[in-house]
């Protein structure tokens, strides 16, 4: 009989711990999950906010699984990521910055990055231009809206920001790199048509000190919208790696 007690009162335990994760964060106006945590073993390096794709229009738990491999990546590398379920389209880019302040107020004195993938690469850059990141991340996010296109792919994701923006040029980062401060890492597939790999070189030209990695085209696994060939996907989470051990040094 005891024995089954402690059964339950373990699975209590864990159902409660994995409540309290989901339930973070919560939008006031929707009630639905903003945050969801996953914590490396011990004190954990710093805080990445992992935001997902989707043009600024994907949201929901099935979206927010898909970042979840992502997370618990940067957890096995010592930090504490943060699945961040944003809502549509003019909402998105709060959303985003009300996930790094209950970050910042969760693990206070960390480093925080941001990482993202296409849509989720262009608001982590829209977020450094808001907040002190120690380091953003940039998988094939468009980074200049108005300048955005050149397939009917990319035509699409243009016509999905000016839907969810308005002004185009105000909605780029490369309209506000001035203003981004934390050192950026941005990668682009060469083969990419949904967002261009000349969308990397716009970044450069208006961000200088952005190392900006330009990856081949070829058979190979995936990064993001296409296929790269292994060797340079290997080479990119490497730099994503050394980029987030240069972020939880202390400046000195």
Known sequence: ??????????????????????????????????????????????????????????????????????ARSFAAWGWAAAVVDYRAFADAPGDVVRAYDAASARYPGLPVCAYGESAGGHLALMLAVRRPLQCVIDAAGPVDLSRLGGTPQADWVRAKARAAFGDLRDASPTAHARAIRAPVLAGYAAGDRIVPASQGRLLRRALPRARVVELGAGPGPRFVHGAVPAAALRGWWSAVRAQLQRAARPRT
Request: charge should be positive; charged fraction near 15%.
């Open 1 to 70: 009989m005891m024995r089954v007690v402690r059964r339950l009162l373990a699975i209590a335990l864990l159902a409660a711990c994995a409540l309290s994760a989901l339930l973070a964060v919560s939008l006031p106006a929707r009630g639905r999950t903003l945050v969801a945590w996953t914590a490396p073993h011990g004190r954990p390096a710093g805080v990445v906010l992992v935001l997902h794709g989707g043009a600024w229009r994907a949201a929901g738990p099935r979206t927010v699984a898909l970042m979840q491999a992502r």
